[in-house]
């Protein structure tokens, strides 16, 4: 199916393991996207990726890895998980923007819901 | 400070009716993309409209409209003629241009506006 992507749909974890949330999109978008969604904040990016082999930190990454090997994967590993990381993650991806004239929109995964015991 | 304000946390709306959902956001950038998107229960996001600030006509998309006012740096979202299926959190965003050419430009979103249709 064309699309965006994202496994697991719901995780639980204990502190201190390590978990890795997939995403996956269909498009061939240039740019993805990791977002966190908590109560009050709105989504707030942890990191981004412009292409294969280029990444870059987002608002709130600590605590988060991120690769890029293949255009339509952008997998976020959680090295060792902690309570504070219990959120909802959003995967996204999108076309370039024309410079400065033109913003495309962001396509969203479904989400993962993760929590952290 | 906050990019993008969301003042109303919920909104009320009968049926039928039209509603305003308030977004203020702040940018020194002469280019920059504004969008709403909703998020229903089951908890997707949905891309509903994008303002180009460089767009002369406010952005409409069926019922959604976008009420731009740049000098004010406020890009309203207008419902007209509400629904029951239209009850979801709606957020604001914006995308600014100055950052550098071949990095992602990130969304900045709101706190989001939860808003009720009632019957």
């Known amino acids: 199916d064309a699309g965006i992507t994202q496994s697991p749909r719901y995780k639980i974890t204990e502190t201190g393991r390590q978990v890795t949330l997939m995403c996956h999109q269909t498009w061939s978008h240039s740019y993805m996207f990791w977002y966190r969604q908590d109560l009050g904040h709105g989504l707030r990016l942890i990191y981004y990726s412009a292409a294969a082999d280029i990444t870059d930190k987002g608002e709130v990454p600590d605590g988060y890895v991120v690769s890029r090997s293949k255009t339509e994967n952008f997998p976020l590993t959680l090295e060792s998980a902690t309570r504070s990381q219990t959120s909802v993650y959003f995967c996204a991806s999108s076309e370039p923007d024309l410079p400065l004239l033109f913003y495309n929109e962001q396509f969203f995964g479904p989400g993962t819901r993760l929590t952290v015991l | 400070a906050q990019k993008i304000t969301q003042t109303q946390p919920g909104m009320f709306v009968q049926e039928k009716e039209a509603v305003t959902l308030d977004c203020t956001y702040d940018t020194s950038d002469q280019s920059y993309g504004l969008f709403w998107y909703k998020q229903p229960s089951s908890g997707e996001m949905i891309f509903l409209i994008y303002q180009g600030s460089y767009d002369e006509q406010n952005a409409t998309e069926g019922r959604y409209s976008l009420n731009f006012q740049k000098a004010r740096k406020s890009a309203n979202l207008v419902i007209s003629a509400s629904q029951l299926g239209d009850s979801a959190m709606y957020f604001c965003?914006?995308?600014?241009?100055?950052?550098?050419?071949?990095?992602?430009?990130?969304?900045?979103f709101g706190s989001g506006t939860q808003l009720t249709v009632l019957p």
């Open positions: 965003a914006m995308r600014e241009g100055k950052e550098a050419s071949g990095s992602a430009r990130q969304l900045t």
